[in-house]
Structures are given as C-alpha cells and as structure tokens.
C-alpha cells in the first residue's frame, strides 16, 4: 500500500464527476488543499470509498474529509484540517516566492 500521489487525487476528481456530474471543477489550489487531508491514504483505498460513497446514494460528491472518516477508524480533527491548510498555505507561498516575508495578518 502506497500513498496517493498529488496526479492520483486529480485523476479521482474524474471518477467523482463521472458519477456526479454536476460537481464543479475545482481550482489547482483547492486540488492542492484537498490532497493535504488524502496524502497518507492508499489511492485504491480513495477509489474504494469514493464507490461506496455513490453506491449510498448519497445526493451530493464526497468531500476529502468525509473520504478520510470513511476510511479511518477516526474522523479528521478540527487540528489535522488546520495543519493541512497551513501546510497548503506555506505550499503556495513558496510557489509564488514569498516564503519567508513576514506576513501583513500576524
């Protein structure tokens, strides 16, 4: 069992539209934000609960939260979101060259 790759979730968001086709796309740094909470799972494990999700009959697309409660044993914590979206935070910051400049907020 390998974890998902960054390429692995994207190609998911194709089997999610597939079987809701009214979901939106998403934008690359919402891609980026939603793998932060996947990247320790099995992409099969992913591809697996994405099914279950639609074989529910559930109306709307699963979120990757509720992929990863699905998945584990443990809901995601309110902490693992905030440290998933820093980490997605301090990401873009150092695609756009700004990783080490104090920030305006703090």
């Keep these: 069992m390998s974890a998902i790759t960054l390429i692995e979730w994207i190609e998911l968001q194709h089997?999610?539209?597939?079987?809701?086709?009214?979901?939106?796309?998403?934008t690359d740094e919402q891609l980026q934000t939603q793998y932060e909470l996947?990247?320790?799972?099995?992409?099969?494990?992913?591809?697996?609960?994405?099914?279950?999700?639609?074989?529910?009959g559930a109306e709307f697309p699963p979120g990757p939260g509720q992929l990863v409660a699905r998945i584990q044993a443990e809901p995601v914590t309110s902490q693992q979101i905030i440290e998933a979206q820093a980490l997605a935070e301090r990401r873009k910051a150092e695609r756009l060259g700004l990783a080490g400049l104090p920030r305006l907020d703090a």
């Design 15 to 26: 089997l999610i539209v597939s079987y809701w086709p009214y979901a939106k796309a998403l």
């Design 38 to 56: 996947v990247c320790r799972l099995d992409r099969d494990t992913v591809a697996r609960a994405i099914r279950e999700h639609a074989v529910s």
